[in-house]
């Protein structure tokens, strides 16, 4: 059964930096033509899509978000983790990873539950 | 950027009857466009990607078309389950740029 769990802090202050996690089970990253991402979507807005790693682990990155976000993996731990740097109230949100397979032909076919993550002081 | 235009913004329609979802791409995105649905408190969950492929487990009553810069997402016979948001995305480029709509809200009429 293929699963993709987040995590991270619910509240992070401004400025700060926000480290999201991305569990996945049931494939493997290193699998040929297999991506993983995330996308993010704020209270009552829609769905923006931040970063990319393929299965050989190039990174792709959304342009207006490109200097304050990293991905990167733990193929042993099976987990993708997300950084963003300098966080404001606009980047409240609900974070999602999702895995696209047949990458990049395809797109997303499943995210996780998604964690929300509060900016404020 | 590729922008994504959904239309309407809310769509009021009776259960049993037929919901027509518009989508539009600023530019050619071929049929490289997928349709999610969201619900609150769950993951997007994908309906129909490649234009009009339906996604594994999809009943065919969601059904896609268009390609190029016009799409159409129709669910026909709306069950109670179906009322939700509807999100298009476009992944026509690589490096990706993954654009989604704004979305459409179904809502009961």
């Known amino acids: 059964q293929v699963t993709l769990t987040e995590s991270g802090p619910a509240l992070v202050r401004p400025t700060q930096t926000l480290t999201l996690t991305c569990s996945v089970s049931?494939?493997?990253?290193?699998?040929?033509?297999?991506?993983v991402g995330w996308i993010r979507q704020p209270p009552g807005k829609a769905l923006e899509w931040l970063a990319l790693?393929?299965?050989?682990?190039?990174?792709y990155y959304s342009t207006s978000l490109k200097t304050r976000l990293t991905i990167s993996r733990d193929t042993s731990k099976n987990q993708v983790v997300l950084t963003m740097t300098n966080v404001d109230p606009v980047d409240t949100a609900t974070y999602y990873c999702?895995?696209?397979?047949?990458?990049?032909?395809?797109?997303?076919?499943?995210y996780g539950q998604g964690t929300m993550v509060t900016v404020s002081s | 950027e590729i922008v994504m235009t959904q239309s309407p913004a809310t769509l009021s329609v009776s259960p049993g009857d037929r919901a027509t979802l518009s989508c539009r791409a600023s530019q050619s995105v071929n049929r490289k466009l997928a349709w999610y649905q969201g619900k609150p408190g769950q993951a997007p969950r994908l309906l129909i990607y490649a234009a009009s492929t339906r996604a594994t487990g999809i009943p065919a009553r969601f059904s896609g078309s268009g390609s190029g810069t016009e799409f159409t997402l129709t669910i026909s016979g709306l069950q109670s389950e179906d009322f939700a948001v509807y999100y298009c995305q476009q992944y026509n480029n690589w490096p990706p740029t993954y654009t989604f709509g704004q979305g459409t809200k179904l809502e009961i009429k």
């Open positions: 999702g895995r696209i397979v047949n990458c990049p032909l395809w797109t997303f076919d499943i």
């Open positions: 790693i393929d299965w050989n682990g190039d990174k």
């Open positions: 049931g494939f493997f990253l290193t699998t040929s033509a297999l991506c």
